[in-house]
């Protein structure tokens, strides 16, 4: 078979086209030929598109379902202009499924899908059996070129990158519902906030399934679609309270994103609000601090890119685990572990790394080398490299 030519997608978020940069360049360094379809050009990506021909086999790497929304420009007459090339597509999923139901519902020829958590995957398979080729793929992490600033001469002392969303921008997604319904959401929340450890899909299923005893699949995909706001609800109110508990004991910290002068700090003058940057201005950041935090966003056999993006840049990461970096990485050695249902220690746990800056050094130095030995987007390029092989039967020709 033929090296597949890979095409990707550009101009909708641009975390996930920084993604998609970093592993167009280790296919190229792998041999593959790579193109991207520009979204902001769709006449000229559509005429170049279709000047491809030739005999190259071609997949499409796309994220969360872009390309495959029903987007107007890739529409070819009753079909995708995808499914007229008979191209293969692999579709990484950077959220929990029950955010695409909708994308996931119809029947797109020649797609694989890619879960970037093990409880993702587990959950495709049992409720959309369908799908016969859904892969684990965690994030990964991009190092910049050049030397690293030395530990000791960093200036930024603790680093947090992501947004925060107030509380009053979530509740439009429950305005429609009657008190009732309302209740039973704020009591989800309650219960994962008391016990954070549970994997979301497995709480509000249950939940579901102890209210409504008769509920069928399509109806619990259906609800849990419209449950995304608890989701993203306990999201905030963890990265707030951690944020807020560190620099409300005395710690600055130089927080990248959007809306963290909203989030009710009792010091704010502890928090340094940088505002919302690019993927390459968070690592710069992060190349000048000696600690980055990261709280997981509800990932519990799973990776964030922002763990090994601290660790990449040197910083010593003081993060939330989970199953699978359980088992990639080892707390205390390689990077610092807090439990989210004892958060209030992360302060602790921060105040021993500065006191101790030998060892917070040693573990920044550690998580370094574990990150770049098997985390980085080219490391995720040669597991994509398998999956496509893996697959190639199913790949046509162009």
Request: charge should be negative; charged fraction near 25%.
């Amino acid at each position: 078979m033929h090296t597949p030519r890979i095409i990707f997608i550009k101009g909708a978020v641009e975390t996930l086209e920084f993604f998609s940069l970093q592993l167009a360049k280790s296919f190229e360094a792998q041999g593959f030929q790579t193109w991207f379809w520009d979204l902001k050009s769709p006449l000229g990506s559509r005429e170049a598109f279709e000047s491809l021909g030739g005999y190259t086999p071609s997949v499409l790497l796309t994220f969360n379902f872009i390309g495959l929304s029903g987007e107007s420009q890739f529409q070819s007459g009753p079909c995708s202009i995808w499914e007229q090339y008979h191209v293969k597509i692999f579709c990484i999923m950077v959220d929990h499924p029950m955010y695409y139901h909708r994308l996931l519902e119809p029947d797109i020829k020649n797609l694989s899908l890619i879960c970037i958590d093990r409880g993702h995957q587990a959950f495709v398979e049992h409720y959309y059996p369908k799908f016969r080729n859904v892969h684990f793929l965690p994030l990964a992490g991009t190092k910049l070129p050049g030397e690293p600033v030395p530990y000791a001469m960093r200036d930024i002392g603790v680093i947090f990158a992501g947004n925060y969303v107030p509380p009053e921008n979530l509740l439009p997604h429950i305005r429609h519902m009657d008190e009732e319904s309302k209740a039973f959401y704020f009591d989800i929340i309650h219960e994962l906030a008391e016990y954070p450890d549970r994997p979301l899909e497995q709480e509000l299923i249950g939940r579901l399934e102890q209210e409504f005893p008769r509920i069928t699949r399509e109806e619990t995909l259906s609800c849990l679609h419209s449950m995304v706001f608890i989701d993203l609800y306990v999201r905030s109110l963890f990265r707030r309270d951690i944020i807020c508990t560190l620099a409300e004991h005395g710690v600055p910290v130089t927080v990248i994103g959007k809306d963290w002068e909203k989030a009710g700090c009792k010091c704010p003058e502890n928090l340094r609000l940088a505002g919302q940057q690019d993927s390459r201005t968070c690592l710069e950041y992060m190349g000048h601090a000696k600690i980055a935090v990261n709280v997981m966003p509800w990932f519990k056999d799973g990776a964030h890119d922002r763990i090994f993006n601290g660790m990449l840049q040197g910083c010593a990461v003081v993060t939330d685990s989970s199953a699978y970096l359980d088992e990639i990485l080892c707390g205390g050695k390689d990077y610092v572990r807090f439990q989210l249902e004892q958060y209030e220690e992360i302060s602790q746990k921060v105040d021993w790394l500065f006191q101790h800056p030998k060892e917070a050094e040693a573990i920044a130095d550690a998580g370094q080398k574990k990150a770049s030995l098997g985390h980085t987007w080219e490391h995720r390029a040669n597991e994509l490299g398998e999956i496509f092989r893996r697959d190639e039967a199913n790949v046509p020709t162009l």
